[in-house]
């Protein structure tokens, strides 16, 4: 299974190619990372390795669980990208996961490229490949870098 986009929770960038597509763009997950409103991420959750199943009642928030996913169009929104997770994917128990553009609510585990072009570009480049190749591209989540665990001794 060839993987055409990487998400990197800790650099916090979605970069790949696939079909005529090059996509380098930063992007945030979890936390309501993106959010549009002043001061509501949460600095802990947001992109943090390491609390990918941290839950407050009955909701899970941190960054998407690593490990592979199949996206494919929305079945309803133009403007979001499905992320179905890989069977060995060990998901705690959390699913619904997608790429969106930025909103009042952020995000609480999905991918939220920055810039609103990039989501275009990633929505439309997975349609023409999943077209073209009957079947759907892949994500690898993963977390690398020096400061994996940075915000549990900040905290």
């Known amino acids: 299974m060839v993987v055409q ?20 763009c930063a992007a945030g997950s979890g936390g309501r990372a993106g959010t549009k409103t002043k001061n509501a991420t949460n600095w802990y959750l947001q992109n ?5 199943h941290v839950h407050h009642g009955a909701h ?28 060995s994917n060990i998901m705690h128990g959390r699913s ?14 999905c991918i939220v ?4 072009a990039n989501v275009l570009k990633i ?13 759907n591209p892949v994500l690898q989540v993963i977390a690398v870098g020096t400061d994996v665990d940075r915000k549990f001794f900040t905290a």
């Open 5 to 24: 986009l990487t998400y990197n929770i800790v650099d916090e960038y979605l970069r790949g190619n696939f079909g005529r597509a090059s996509i380098s």
């Open 48 to 52: 943090n390795a390491l609390a990918t």
């Open 60 to 87: 899970d928030y941190g960054p998407l669980p690593q490990g592979k996913y199949h996206m494919r169009p929305h079945e309803s929104d133009k403007h979001m990208v499905r992320l179905d997770p890989f069977p």
């Open 96 to 109: 619904g996961f997608l790429i969106h553009g930025r909103g009042k609510i952020g995000s609480h585990g």
């Open 113 to 116: 490229p920055y810039d609103f």
């Open 123 to 135: 929505c439309r480049a997975v349609e023409i490949y999943q077209h073209s190749h009957k079947t």
